[in-house]
Nanobody
């Protein structure tokens, strides 16, 4: 089991940038694939992107492709979500989630059920 804590959220103007962090404790993060999700008011939680345990593979939702980048520093036990060209529709609570290394290799990265451990979330508000 791994404990996750997100940070870096806040208020930003449209077109601005933010970098979210997902710090892990309780286990070695490099064994875990990490997904980023978000939930806007009145909407279901949706997958934003995922990074493999090694960092060699990333995948993104179409809505953020080209604007968001996921990276990881396994030495620091931290995964990052760099968000650029932010839009008001990016406003949401952002969560990171860890997928157990014992899980199947092939999975639907957008499904919340594929991840076992979750952070508490950090609010991102994009508004002028």
């Amino acid at each position: 089991q791994v404990q996750l804590v997100e940070s870096g959220g806040g208020l930003v103007q449209p077109g601005g940038s933010l970098r979210l962090s997902c710090a892990a404790s309780g286990s070695i993060l490099r064994y875990y694939a990490i997904g980023w999700f978000r939930q806007a008011p009145g909407k279901e939680r949706e997958g934003v992107g995922r990074i493999s345990s090694s960092g060699g593979s990333t995948v993104y939702a179409d809505s953020v492709k080209g604007r968001f980048t996921i990276s990881r520093d396994n030495a620091k036990n931290t995964v990052y979500l760099q968000m650029t060209s932010l839009k008001p529709e990016d406003t949401a609570v952002y969560y990171c989630a860890a997928r157990s290394p014992a899980s199947a290799i092939v999975y639907n990265w957008k499904s919340e059920r594929e991840y076992q451990d979750w952070g508490q979330g950090t609010q991102v508000t994009v508004s002028s």
